[in-house]
Nanobody
Framework: QVQLVESGGGSAQAGTSLRLSCQAVGIIPNFDRMGWFRQSAGKQQRDLVA????????DVADFAKGRFIISKDIGAHTVHLQMDNLQPEDTGRYYC????????????WGEGIQVTVSA
């Protein structure tokens, strides 16, 4: 059993930065298919933000390219998401996922953490 514990997030002004962290509690063999999704208000779908696919390969959503960076701390079993130049449309609930599909289903999920960006 894997538990994903998210931290960071909160409120930010447009143009500023936030950093999210996700610690895997329990045994994980690797960081493959581990990363972040987000759900905007009123939407059911959880959209990919960025995640590790296999090894060091990374899959990043178009809206996140050039602004968000995903990284990992292997010893701490933690994945970070550095979000720079935040915009109001980045507002949403951000979820950590391990082992799920790119379309945002399956695997293990964290409880989610709110990010609110004001203009």
């Amino acid at each position: 059993q894997v538990q994903l514990v998210e931290s960071g997030g909160g409120s930010a002004q447009a143009g500023t930065s936030l950093r999210l962290s996700c610690q895997a509690v329990g045994i994980i063999p690797n960081f493959d298919r581990m990363g972040w999704f987000r759900q905007s208000a009123g939407k059911q779908q959880r959209d990919l933000v960025a995640r590790f696919t296999t090894g060091e390969d990374i899959d990043v959503a178009d809206f996140a390219k050039g602004r968000f960076i995903i990284s990992k701390d292997i010893g701490a079993h933690t994945v970070h998401l550095q979000m720079d130049n935040l915009q109001p449309e980045d507002t949403g609930r951000y979820y950590c996922n391990k082992g799920g599909a790119r379309r945002g289903v399956g695997g293990y999920w964290g409880e989610g953490i709110q990010v609110t960006v004001s203009a």
